[in-house]
Every structure is written in structure tokens, then in C-alpha cells.
């Protein structure tokens, strides 16, 4: 699927840090997607976001075309440890977007979980025993 998104200019930018449970999350998700990007709804804001390798761009349900917010240069490489922050920068797009991020981080860690969740194998994988098929003579 090919999704367009315009960006207006940059409304504001700063520097912020997600947790590494979030991150961890998406970026399990974006390499399990095909293509390399995941599409995770964030139902209780109203906004999809779509991870792909560079960024984390989140799209208001009311003006789908358009960006409300990007998380931009996530430094993962900079961690001594998986458990640690990722730093990046956050750029708002949108006059709602800084009102979005008061609650953007904790209500994408929960849809990531949720889609997580709902991937996951409910059981290990098992071996299903097959009697061979007699042959008919004929």
C-alpha cells in the first residue's frame, strides 16, 4: 500500500526521548510489516501513525493527507542498552499538535501493545501427527 503525506511548514520542534519499550515495540512491528512499514491506529486520538525506518509520522483521521506530528531522528544507535530512552526530535505540523503530544506517548505505547498482542502466537508451534493414506488398488 502506497500512502501520500503532505507536510505543512514546521510549526515547532523539540528534542524528546521515548521509552524503550515504545520503541522496541514499533520497530519489532515496522520489521514484521511487509514492506518495512507498519500502519498502528491510535483509536483514542483519532490518528494513525506510520512507522517506516526513518521516522514515526502520525496522520489526524480528519485530514488524512496532511501530517499532525513527526518523530525524527531517533537515535537508537546511541543506546549502551536496550532498555534505554531513544532521543529524538519532535516536529509539529498542525495547531493541534502540541495538544496531541501531551498524550501521544502513552496512548501509542498502548495501540503498539495491542497490535503486538494480537500478533503474538497464543501457543508454540506443534507437529500434527498424519496417518499416511492407504493406496487404493485398482
Avoid: C, K
Wanted: proline share 7%.
Amino acid at each position: 500500500m502506497q500512502i501520500t503525506v503532505h507536510r505543512g511548514p514546521v510549526l515547532w520542534r523539540e528534542r524528546r526521548m521515548l521509552p524503550a519499550s515504545t520503541y522496541n515495540l514499533a520497530r519489532t512491528l515496522q520489521l514484521r510489516s511487509p514492506g518495512g512499514v507498519a500502519f498502528v491506529p491510535v483509536r483514542s486520538l483519532q490518528v494513525l501513525a506510520i512507522i517506516d525506518h526513518e521516522e514515526f509520522v502520525f496522520v489526524d483521521s480528519q485530514q488524512r493527507a496532511w501530517a499532525l506530528l513527526a518523530w525524527q531522528g531517533l537515535r537508537a544507535a546511541a543506546r549502551t542498552a536496550l532498555d534505554q530512552a531513544v532521543d529524538f526530535d519532535a516536529l509539529g505540523y498542525a495547531p493541534l499538535a502540541r495538544a496531541a503530544m501531551q498524550r501521544l506517548p502513552r496512548e501509542f505505547h498502548e495501540a503498539l501493545s495491542t497490535l503486538a498482542e494480537r500478533q503474538r502466537a497464543g501457543s508454540p508451534a506443534r507437529l500434527l501427527p498424519f496417518a499416511p493414506r492407504a493406496r487404493r488398488s485398482g
